[in-house]
């Protein structure tokens, strides 16, 4: 069965210092797709970034990049000159891919960040 | 642009009594469309999702059901409410075929 795992449940950075989120799965299917998701206060499930499983160079958008280890099953999110308002929960989640043509998300626990002035 | 909207944004509702929360999604058409709930503290698990109008999957057998009467339109129902039924209830959508899945921003249930 496939599964997420986040390791940090909480992390602390200085506004405008790097942080590395944790996160690390499981499957044996060979073809499969890698999110990150923020969560404010508001609860709002806010998309950030993607990799492909065959992608060849790491996906990057904006500030946030991932850190792909396909060996390791890793896949780190990368956040760069934090900013205040990146305070939220970060989940990791792996897509599923079922016939019918839907695709599943399973979730990670997440982990709460926390940006310091 | 495609918006996800969902209704109400917070209920507060006795045991027993109906559920009825609301999906809808502005600018895209056949969406796969998602029902997820997030426990306090917790990451999301599936509850539904719909291929299609009147297509209709559970992940997990619950006190809930779900139904699609228009190709944008997601429900979640309950007859009768359960205090383990409360939780942040959170609707999603994606392109047919496509990876990505954008979510709404929610409904905090609270049953008492």
């Known amino acids: 069965a496939q599964k997420i795992t986040q390791t940090q449940p909480g992390m602390f950075v200085q506004e405008k210092e790097a942080v590395t989120l944790d996160c690390t799965y499981d499957?044996?299917?060979?073809?499969?797709?890698l999110f990150w998701y923020k969560q404010p206060s508001s609860g709002e499930m806010i998309f950030l970034i993607y990799q492909g499983s065959y992608d060849q160079q790491n996906a990057t958008e904006g500030r946030y990049s991932l850190n792909f280890q396909k060996a390791r099953k890793s896949a780190n999110l990368v956040i760069s000159a934090s900013q205040l308002g990146d305070s939220a929960m970060y989940f990791c989640?792996?897509?599923?891919?079922?016939?019918?043509?839907?695709?599943?998300?399973?979730f990670g626990a997440g982990t709460r960040l926390a940006v310091h002035p | 642009s495609q918006t996800i909207h969902q209704w109400p944004a917070t209920l507060v509702q006795p045991v027993g009594s109906p559920l009825s929360l609301e999906c809808t999604v502005e600018g895209t058409s056949n969406p796969n469309l998602y029902w997820y709930r997030q426990a306090a503290g917790r990451g999301l698990q599936l509850l539904f999702y719909s291929v299609g109008i009147g297509q209709i999957s559970s992940e997990v057998p619950q006190n809930l059901s779900a139904s699609r009467p228009q190709d944008r339109q997601f429900i979640l129902s309950s007859k009768k409410l359960l205090l383990s039924d409360s939780g942040f209830y959170l609707c999603?959508?994606?392109?047919?075929?496509?990876?990505?899945?954008?979510f709404g921003p929610g409904t905090r249930l609270l049953v008492l």
């Open positions: 499957t044996s299917d060979p073809s499969y797709g």
């Open positions: 989640a792996m897509r599923e891919v079922f016939s019918g043509g839907y695709n599943k998300l399973i």
């Open positions: 999603a959508w994606s392109p047919l075929g496509g990876e990505t899945q954008y």
